[in-house]
């Protein structure tokens, strides 16, 4: 079945540091890419909507600037916390859409999950 | 705007039924799903139900949707250990695109 994957699955660094996390569908096509952020015993929340080929859509609250994401590809999705600082520290999770075309003037498809990054920033 | 809640918390005994509750607030969604996640990982998708369903069963596993009091709980028959993790809700109102996810219940269960 459908994989994604994403790397590292572990990271430890510096405070101001610069982090990038990889996400990547082996084995489909992804136009839409979701980057989650998930805090210890919390749930996951949506940080941005990647599309490629346009610019990521941020949900409000997070900084633009700060959790970079690049989808450069229809495989490949990229999240870089810039001047990364210990409150930044999270387990961060992607997934891709993999569409199987529309059916009511709705997109149908299948949502895969990345098993995610565990970000430490000290 | 959308909210989805779960309990927080529940502990059975190995071989007994699970029962895993949710609630959603958005009356267009039409797509209810269950993940669960194990320690460190990323999330499984164990079932979904479209919203003109009532009830779903997939093996150990039955999804039941009351649309009308927006309730849907997910049932685990004959409870392992290795069905100890989170389990998140999520709600969507087309296919699978964005998910608005509970805050994940956890299911612990004893030998």
């Known amino acids: 079945g459908a994989v994604v994957s994403q790397h590292p699955s572990r990271v430890i660094c510096k405070s101001g540091t610069s982090v990038k996390i990889e996400c990547r569908s082996l084995d489909f096509q992804a136009t839409t890419m979701f980057w989650y952020r998930q805090f210890p015993k919390q749930s996951l929340m949506l940080m941005a909507t990647s599309n490629e080929g346009s610019k990521a859509t941020y949900e409000q609250g997070v900084e633009k600037d700060k959790f970079l994401i690049n989808h450069a590809s229809l495989t490949l999705s990229t999240l870089t916390v810039t001047s990364a600082h210990p409150e930044d520290s999270s387990f961060y999770i992607c997934?891709?859409?993999?569409?199987?075309?529309?059916?009511?003037?709705?997109?149908?498809?299948?949502?895969?999950f990345g098993e995610g990054s565990r970000l430490t920033v000290l | 705007g959308e909210d989805v809640e779960q309990s927080l918390f529940l502990s059975v005994r190995e071989g007994d039924s699970s029962v895993i509750n949710c609630t959603y607030t958005?009356?267009?969604?039409?797509?209810l799903y269950w993940y669960k996640q194990e320690p460190g990982a990323g999330l499984q998708l164990l079932t979904y139900i479209f919203s003109n369903m009532d009830m779903k069963q997939d093996q150990r596993l039955t999804v039941l949707l009351n649309k009308k009091d927006k309730h849907l709980s997910l049932r685990i028959a004959d409870t392992q250990t290795g069905d100890s993790a989170i389990y998140f809700c999520?709600?969507?109102?087309?296919?699978?695109?964005?998910?608005?996810f509970g805050k994940g219940t956890m299911l612990l269960v004893s030998p």
């Open positions: 997934s891709a859409f993999s569409s199987r075309g529309t059916s009511g003037g709705a997109r149908t498809g299948e949502l895969f």
């Open positions: 999520a709600e969507s109102i087309e296919g699978y695109s964005t998910l608005t």
């Open positions: 958005d009356s267009s969604s039409t797509y």
